[in-house]
């Protein structure tokens, strides 16, 4: 099992600011993406950031632009989430998803490896 451990969680009010940590390690290289998801109680689980281990493009959910960063540490093997201005809405249990790409002769396939989730609280 490939080790994919958040942390960071916690309550803040609204305004506030949180950083979120993905740790990962074991064949890292064949690490594609690393990402970060959403859930809050009563919904589905949602994309909010990824960001490609080789040359750190980013890609982020509409109701999180301008206020959420994704960045990386490749020698930590690490991922983090800074979110800023927080909201609400943006509550929610937070995972981390590693995505590795295994290229062998037959085929290019995908495997995913999520952690086990960390709770973001956001007052009002």
């Known amino acids: 099992q490939v080790p994919v451990v958040e942390s960071g969680g916690g309550r803040v009010q609204a305004g506030g600011s949180l950083r979120l940590s993905c740790a990962t390690s074991?064949?890292?290289?064949?690490?594609?993406?690393m990402g970060w998801f959403r859930q809050a109680p009563g919904k589905e689980r949602e994309f909010v950031a990824t960001?490609?281990?080789?040359?750190?493009?980013?890609d982020y959910a509409d109701s999180v632009k301008g206020r959420f960063t994704i960045s990386k540490d490749n020698v930590k093997n690490t991922v983090y989430l800074q979110m800023d201005n927080l909201k609400p809405e943006d509550a929610a249990v937070y995972y981390c998803?590693?995505?590795?790409?295994?290229?062998?002769?037959?085929?290019?396939?995908?495997?995913?490896?999520w952690g086990q989730g960390t709770q973001v609280t956001v007052s009002s």
């Open positions: 998803k590693r995505r590795d790409t295994v290229v062998t002769i037959e085929a290019s396939r995908q495997f995913d490896y």
């Open positions: 074991g064949r890292t290289s064949s690490i594609d993406t």
């Open positions: 960001i490609k281990w080789n040359d750190g493009a980013t």
